[in-house]
């Protein structure tokens, strides 16, 4: 069961033009939100997070937007330049990465990927 | 330079024949981490450790083993390997308190083939 769900394997905007990417989650007790970008023979980057209590987390040229009663989050990327072009995970945890003290450790530190969108930035 | 550094980067192996991938970080991170790459379903997590001898399962445990005796290396154990484990292999690691603004760090990977 994906809990997870980026539904469009690849994008292609063109240089210059706003660039957006969905994700989909369906577990309610996902409460924050990670992007990663991925480019090829590289580990995943970490790219910006949003935690539940806020619908907009804007950083640069990169802005994600949560809108939790339609458990769905999206990257917006404004311009998109080439070398924005990767593969970009969104993944969510139900509890902070941290644990705060004296808490079960439990799963706290895990994260649910989804399966990636592949973006191509053109000239 | 701050880095999660995994070897090897590429393995080709046979069935059943016991393999480590090792995974070193220089950052003192108290949070390592080991991760599965398939197409189609995105990153899955195998195993964690929040600190030195402290392990616990993720998604997908089967057929792995790690230890954490000491807080940089989290080595990744494949006792008896199967074709089933040919996959993209990822190593992370975190802070415990560095909260959720900067995510895991990840090494550049490690590409297995079981034959």
């Known amino acids: 069961d994906q809990q997870v769900k980026q539904n469009s394997p690849s994008l292609s905007v063109q240089e210059g033009r706003i660039s957006i990417l969905n994700c989909d989650y369906t577990?309610?007790?996902?409460?924050?939100f990670l992007w990663y970008k991925k480019y090829p023979a590289e580990g995943p980057t970490f790219l910006i997070s949003?935690?539940?209590?806020?619908d907009k987390n804007e950083d640069g040229r990169f802005t994600v937007f949560l809108n939790k009663s339609a458990k769905h989050l999206s990257l917006h990327i404004v311009p998109s330049q080439p070398g924005d072009s990767a593969v970009y995970f969104c993944?969510?945890?139900?509890?902070?990465?941290?644990?705060?003290?004296?808490?079960?450790?439990?799963?706290?530190?895990?994260?649910?990927f989804g399966t990636g969108t592949r973006l191509q930035v053109t000239l | 330079e701050a880095q999660v550094t995994q070897n090897p980067r590429y393995l080709i192996t046979v069935t059943g024949k016991k393999l480590t991938v090792t995974c070193s970080q220089n950052?003192?991170?108290?949070?390592m981490s080991w991760y599965r790459q398939d197409p189609g379903l995105g990153l899955r997590q195998i195993y964690y450790?929040?600190?030195?001898?402290?392990?616990d399962k993720g998604d997908v445990p089967e057929g792995y083993k790690v230890s954490r005796k000491e807080k940089r290396n989290f080595p990744l154990i494949l006792e008896s390997p199967s074709p089933n484990q040919t996959s993209l292999y990822f190593c992370?690691?975190?802070?415990?308190?560095?909260?959720?603004?900067?995510?895991?760090?990840f090494g550049s990977g490690t590409r297995l083939t079981v034959v």
């Open positions: 949003i935690s539940s209590i806020k």
């Open positions: 993944a969510a945890s139900a509890r902070p990465l941290i644990s705060p003290p004296g808490t079960s450790t439990g799963t706290a530190s895990k994260l649910t």
């Open positions: 992370a690691s975190s802070f415990l308190e560095q909260g959720l603004s900067n995510g895991y760090t």
């Open positions: 950052m003192n991170h108290e949070y």
């Open positions: 450790s929040m600190n030195v001898e402290v392990t």
């Open positions: 577990n309610s007790m996902f409460d924050y």
